[in-house]
């Protein structure tokens, strides 16, 4: 019987290197929690060096799981190895991912090195990282672009190194299918090392040219059998190989393929939906596997064919990715039982304190609105991930807003409580009610930012739907400028749930350890 494909997941990593996507500690734990219970193999939990909060998160979460590896990214940099060393040493299962560019054009203008220095730098890397675990993965960055005799090089002296795991990366999105898929059956017939010490090949695609999946499939159909992966394709630029679609493709079409993986194809909606939620990137409707319309059918000839036969338009049943068939409507009568029930039904494992928190604010929003659904309660326990430790921050205390008109400019009355407990109010106008609002917090604050981004969704449908903002904002002016942070805020007033988002995403920038990476990788 073959050997399932195993599924390394970077969303922690490269999935949070997408613009905006920021995550905390706590919310990275809860994603890598429901990662390693959907059989996810490979967490690759950050990249330690990046920053403290990176190294935090990365420690917390090699901490926190039981059967997954857990796996922290370093350059070929002795302090990136040592830092990555440190932050997974408590793993169960730990594991050191190292990389270095090889392609001509990184040689020449970024490493300015040569072949043979490159190839010394990466058999010391592989060494340094085995004297803390003995999983070592190795990954020649760009190698798509890379010249197929040095990728062979490369590959041998990795391998005789002590490296466990090659990853072929098409790092920029730029191989096309029949190509990629040539590298690794040229590495497996060239270095019979890869078959005598069972190293596994794997493949780490990004979607620039839109092929990410595409060239992930092909790669395995040529021997890849580790594939890297993140939950809705969510990477940097246009994103890597989506986990849902792999599994889902190789599921579906087993009769080619004829290999599977560990994952739990049930909880990969209710994936979509955390990861979404908490990185505030929402999922294109016509997305494969997990978009909203992916098993809706409006063509009058379509719904004539599943009503009749499902399989006449459909080739996966919804139930099997964890489409819920129904979702159960809660009030302001629910116990705590249903709702603890349908907290984890919904993929999230909070502990007691914060399912007591997060049943409160239902209670409180079941007052405001007649029926609480999904969306609204996955909002509630986001929102209490997206606070974590008050410790330090500040808090939102009152908000009153004056909208104008032609003939009164918009202002904003702000209370703000200081992480000291000292509450502090200010007064503010701006070209519209938002700008009042911000303009405020920063005359609080005593700091200035700029807002880099703005959106809003509501949760859900109807007139008291829960309005969601996210926010990005960057430093200006102070000792690290240019350095960012995203933050959200919930409430059935939009205005409140702006005011939250802008408060949230200060904090962050007034904390290092929550500030956004801004030390990207480059796998």
Known sequence: MTDPLRIFDTTLRDG???????????EKIEIARHLETMGVDIIEA??????????DSVKAIAGELKRATVCGLARCVPLDIDRAGEAVKDAANPRIHVFCATSKIHREHKLKKGKEDILDLAVKSIKHALSYCDDVEFSPEDASRTEYEFIRDITIAAIEAGATTI???DTVGYSYPDEYAAVFRRIIADVPAVKEKGIILSTHCHNDLGMAVANTLAAVEAGARQVEVTVNGIGERAGNASLEEIVMALRTRSDHFGIDTNVDAKKLFPASRMVSSLTGLAVQRNKAIVGQNAFAHEAGIHQDGVLKHRETYEIMNPADVGV?????????HSGRHAFRERIE??????????TELAFDRFKKLADKKKEVYDEDIEAIIDDLLEAGDTAGRWELVSLQVVAGSDAMTPTATVSLKSPEGEVQTDAATGDGPVDAIYSTVMRILGREFRLVDYRIRAITGGKD???EVNVELETVGDDAPGVRAGGRGLSTDILNASALAYVAAANRLSNPQRRQVTQHSGV
């Open 167 to 169: 990853n072929l990366p």
């Open 46 to 55: 950050g990249f330690p060096v990046s920053s403290p909060g990176d190294f």
């Open 16 to 26: 949070e290197q997408s613009p905006g996507a920021t995550l905390t500690r706590a």
């Open 465 to 467: 739907a829960q309005g």
């Open 324 to 332: 819920p068939s129904n979702q159960l409507v809660l009030g302001k």
């Open 345 to 354: 039904a919904l993929g999230y494992s909070p502990d007691q304190t914060q």
